[in-house]
């Protein structure tokens, strides 16, 4: 893994059949985490300012959370329980009236998810080994921090040696970005309905965010 | 036509051929069978998701109106069962979103009627409340039949009807506070 252009993670062959469209995007940023400067404050202001209760009711129309939506019950998963990342995002400006600044990384995919609408993000990237890509959990195989086993079949976003992440759902621990991380590996989950173009996009904005 | 028949005459004729199944034999024929059903319940699904969007910005400011579906249990890949199972529960939410916001609907025509009325005639509904809600619109204003000048208009039959400005405005923090402390 390397900075440059996002690289396409792997997928596993019978997701490639099963789920056109499906992929994972992925690129190293040379940085952690911190504290946000000001500027970055500034934007996420800009952005609650931009972002109204009209525009979270419609959020359904726009085709983008609507492929997210329509992928979650294609996976099992309800949007109106466990939300896509872009309607989480508008129900927190909702509530407090604004989106919260937490830190560097954080306010990057606020940012980034909120102005492209695509799912994304990030682990450590030097607790990756090899290529990220997007694959069924095998038998026996668990997500660490996680008592017992994942049931097989679960999806996962995963390195070449383990499970990083459920799809969607917890990070394993140890795996995401942490304080002392310096390397960040952004990644974005494309499903049918989201133009490659707005994906990376995603990728771009968090990461010209995240190197200030 | 004496071109077609010699044009098709010329092609060297190929037996039929069935397309290739993955690994052969019945259970692969099944499994592409099954595959294009998960794909058609999949395009069904993702046509039922969008009319409940539609519906659902439609619906809004009115509240109570249950959308959630449910969840299977994932993620992973679902079965033709499961895939069925979501697109059932999805035409039941539809159906029920759809039936709801019709009955709603009738109520709040009846309930614009009735402000038209108050509107005409308020002294014949006296004290008649009506609200933004009442009527599916959100805000928080209202319409209420009132005497006209307190006891004097009620004594006098003069009524009429108020409408209220709105929302209260958010209390100021700051500076108010900050005198208090």
């Given amino acids: 893994m390397s900075e440059g252009a996002p690289e396409a993670g792997y997928l596993a062959p019978e997701l490639r059949e099963e789920f056109a469209g499906l992929a994972l995007r992925y690129l190293v940023v040379e940085r952690g985490s911190g504290r946000s400067p000001r500027e970055v404050k500034d934007r996420l202001r800009e952005l609650s300012n931009r972002f109204a209760g009209a525009q979270a009711i419609n959020m359904r129309h726009q085709p983008i959370p609507w492929a997210y939506r329509v992928f979650f019950r294609h996976i099992g998963l309800d949007p109106d329980e466990q939300l896509i990342p872009v309607e989480a995002l508008a129900l927190e400006r909702m509530k407090h009236g604004g989106f919260k600044s937490r830190n560097l990384l954080d306010d990057a995919l606020t940012i980034a998810i909120m102005e492209s609408r695509v799912a994304l993000r990030a682990f450590d990237a030097d607790k990756a080994t090899g290529r990220l890509g997007i694959r069924p959990s095998a038998a026996g195989e668990g997500l660490e921090g996680r008592p017992g086993e994942l049931p097989a079949g679960t999806l996962v976003i995963a390195d070449e040696a383990r499970p990083l992440a459920l799809l969607f759902g917890a990070t394993a621990d140890g795996r995401g970005v942490h304080p002392k991380t310096r390397r960040t590996v952004l990644c974005a989950v494309a499903v049918a309905g989201v133009p490659d173009i707005a994906v990376e996009e995603a990728i771009w904005l968090a990461a010209d965010v995240l190197q200030g | ?181």
């Fill in chain 2, 1 to 181: 036509m004496p071109e077609l028949r010699a044009h098709e005459s010329a092609r060297p004729r190929t037996p039929f051929q069935a397309p290739p199944v993955l690994g052969g034999g019945g259970g692969s024929t099944t499994e592409t069978a099954d595959r294009q059903a998960r794909d058609d319940l999949r395009r069904q699904i993702g046509a039922l998701e969008r009319k409940l969007g539609e519906l659902f910005a439609s619906a809004f400011p009115r509240q109570g109106i249950e959308w959630r579906v449910g969840a299977v249990g994932g993620p992973r890949v679902l079965g033709v069962a499961e895939l069925e199972r979501v697109r059932d529960a999805l035409v039941v939410r539809l159906g029920d979103a759809q039936a709801e916001l019709g009955r709603r609907a009738d109520v709040e025509e009846a309930n614009r009627g009735l402000i038209e009325s108050m509107i005409a005639e308020p002294e014949r509904h006296r004290w008649v409340k009506v609200s933004n809600e009442d009527i599916g619109e959100a805000e928080c204003r209202h319409w209420h039949s009132r005497p006209k000048w307190g006891i004097l208009g009620m004594f006098l039959g003069w009524w009429r009807v108020k409408l209220s400005s709105g929302c209260p405005l958010p209390r100021g923090g700051g500076p108010s506070s900050a005198i208090g402390q």
